[in-house]
């Protein structure tokens, strides 16, 4: 039967793209299967979203407060007849009292309510916990009497393709939605160290920022600006340099071997384990990044391993049985 969803997710300069992403790449899946989805977010002028027109946005004003917020939630639900909402609030910068103070006030429509993650409150029972990553993550516990929809086998992330060979010449570097200039020039910089028999071609992702960073004269480099769809990001890449946020995920899944440079202690603790599962090389200060990545350029084996690894779990998935466990909690 047809479900009616309403997606609450943000996107901006600090907390970056991944919840949008991640929501709009679930509520494409949703769509697929005949499910109707809007999407209600925070508009944010300075950063481009790409538009979509299979899915309706409503856009709320950037200070709306949690009461208000809240109100207009209930008002939908009551006109528009949703069954669930899908609540993707950023955990690290939401304030705890505000936010129970915003559930406490959709409390009758918690048991429609599917909480990606939700590690800030475990003062209130939502229909389901969506926590779509490793089991082995400490993340914070959730009671018992919960429902929880875990494991990286529950990610849904599109377009994937097997890379018939293995290589390391197409590079891509992307540091999620936010600006992280210094980083990104250091990288550049040690990657202008390397020298190889062939030229390296390198793909920046620099949303937000129109001003190119200045190009290497070793290899090949290339700049996006703007968001662009999932499939053009990942097509071709070899070895991929990210942040330690979703774009980890999404590089696992395409079983492309990743260097991951942790911008927080958060990071840096929800990450630690990947390293000894050989998913990806992990870094936690930037001055290590030069020696990473000559391993991983010269060690044809571990890329491979790395490869195999993110191949397990992605093999796992099944797009049927997530819509089914969404939908049926």
Same mark, same amino acid.
């Given at each position: 039967?047809?479900?009616?969803i309403?997606?609450?997710?943000?996107?901006? =300069?600090?907390i970056?793209?991944?919840?949008i992403?991640?929501c709009l790449?679930?509520?494409?899946l949703?769509?697929?299967y005949?499910?109707?989805?809007t999407f209600?977010?925070?508009?944010e002028k300075?950063v481009?979203?790409?538009k979509?027109?299979?899915?309706?946005f409503?856009f709320?004003?950037k200070?709306i407060s949690?009461?208000?917020?809240a109100?207009l939630?209930?008002?939908?639900? =009551?006109r528009?007849?949703?069954?669930f909402?899908?609540?993707?609030i950023d955990?690290?910068?939401?304030?705890?009292?505000?936010?129970?103070k915003f559930l406490?006030k959709?409390?009758?429509?918690?048991?429609?309510t599917?909480c990606?993650?939700?590690?800030?409150?475990?003062?209130?029972?939502?229909a389901?916990?969506? !926590?779509?990553?490793?089991?082995?993550l400490?993340?914070?516990k959730?009671?018992?009497?919960?429902k929880?929809l875990?494991?990286l086998?529950?990610f849904?992330y599109?377009?994937?393709?097997?890379?018939k060979k293995?290589?390391?010449?197409n590079i891509?570097?992307s540091?999620?939605g936010?600006?992280?200039?210094k980083i990104l020039? =250091?990288?550049?910089?040690?990657?202008n160290?390397?020298k190889?028999e062939h030229?390296?071609?390198?793909?920046?992702?620099?949303f937000?920022?129109k001003?190119?960073?200045?190009?290497? !004269?070793?290899?090949n480099?290339?700049t996006?600006?703007?968001?662009?769809?999932?499939?053009?990001?990942y097509?071709?890449?070899?070895?991929?340099?990210?942040?330690g946020?979703?774009?980890?995920?999404?590089?696992m899944?395409n079983?492309?071997?990743s260097?991951?440079? #942790?911008?927080n202690?958060?990071?840096?603790?929800i990450?630690k384990?990947?390293?000894?599962?050989k998913?990806?090389?992990?870094?936690?200060?930037i001055n290590? $990044?030069y020696?990473?990545?000559?391993i991983?350029?010269?060690?044809k084996s571990l890329?491979?391993?790395?490869? #195999?690894?993110c191949y397990k779990? !992605?093999?796992? $998935?099944?797009?049927?049985?997530?819509?089914?466990?969404?939908?049926n909690?």
């Open positions: 039967m047809k479900k009616k309403l997606f609450r997710v943000d996107y901006n =300069k600090k970056g793209l991944g919840h992403f991640r790449n679930l509520a494409l949703l769509k697929k005949k499910h109707e989805v209600l977010v925070k508009k300075k481009n979203l790409i979509n027109k299979k899915i309706k409503i709320l004003k200070n949690f009461k208000d917020e109100n939630i209930l008002k939908l639900f =009551k528009d007849n949703y069954d909402l899908i609540l993707d955990n690290f910068l939401t304030d705890k009292l505000k936010y129970e406490e959709i409390k009758n429509i918690l048991n429609k599917i990606w993650d939700n590690i800030v409150s475990n003062k209130f029972k939502f389901l916990t969506y !926590r779509p990553y490793p089991n082995y400490n993340l914070k959730i009671k018992r009497d919960q929880i875990s494991g086998e529950n849904y599109p377009f994937v393709k097997e890379k293995d290589g390391y010449r891509l570097i540091l999620g936010t600006v992280q200039t020039k =250091k990288i550049i910089l040690n990657i160290l390397i190889m030229k390296l071609n390198i793909k920046i992702l620099n937000g920022k001003k190119n960073i200045k190009k290497t !004269r070793h290899h480099f290339s996006i600006t703007k968001p662009i769809i999932n499939s053009r990001i097509d071709n890449i070899d070895i991929a340099i990210i942040s946020g979703m774009s980890k995920y999404e590089c899944l079983s492309i071997p260097i991951i440079i #942790n911008l202690k958060q990071q840096s603790w990450n384990n990947l390293n000894v599962k998913l990806s090389l992990v870094v936690d200060n290590l $990044f020696k990473k990545l000559n991983l350029l010269s060690n890329r491979t391993e790395i490869r #195999n690894n779990i !992605r093999k796992k $998935f099944d797009e049927k049985k997530l819509i089914n466990s969404l939908l909690s």
